[in-house]
């Protein structure tokens, strides 16, 4: 398989001849093999494996995203990705950075929504003035 991971501002890796990959979905570990049938899935927070004869086996982390498989060709869509060679680091990295950056956001589209709905309420209170 050719493994593309794509991120918001360029390609991250590009891997040919990939002999497996191992994906983190919402329902659990997803794997794929060469002749696997296409597929889409969510990716959420987690590791992504995939091993290759050059390298063996590779783990990358990588934010929420999806992953499309069509053929021989699977492209991996996500926010952010880190490789690292020791699978504890990565997984500590994915706990501490991937996963409070979420809350950070989540807090952030909140305050948002609050000040959105505010404005709203203060334009209809002056329409209504008028």
């Known amino acids: 398989m050719n493994l593309k991971i794509l991120l918001p501002f360029g390609v991250f890796a590009e891997k040919t001849e990939v002999a497996r990959i ?15 049938l296409d597929c889409v899935a969510a990716l959420v927070p987690g590791i992504l494996a995939f091993e290759t004869k050059e390298e063996g086996e590779v783990y990358v982390a990588v934010d929420e995203g999806i992953l499309i498989k069509t053929g021989v060709e699977v492209l991996v869509s996500v926010r952010n990705a880190i490789t690292g060679a020791d699978l504890a680091t990565l997984h500590e990295t994915v706990v501490n950075a991937f996963l409070n950056l979420d809350a950070q956001e989540r807090d952030a589209r909140l305050m948002m929504a ?17």
């Open 22 to 36: 191992v994906a983190e979905t919402s329902t659990g570990s997803y794997g794929l093999l060469p002749n696997r």
């Open 114 to 130: 609050k000040m959105e709905s505010g404005f709203i309420r203060r334009l209809m209170e002056f329409h209504h003035e008028r």
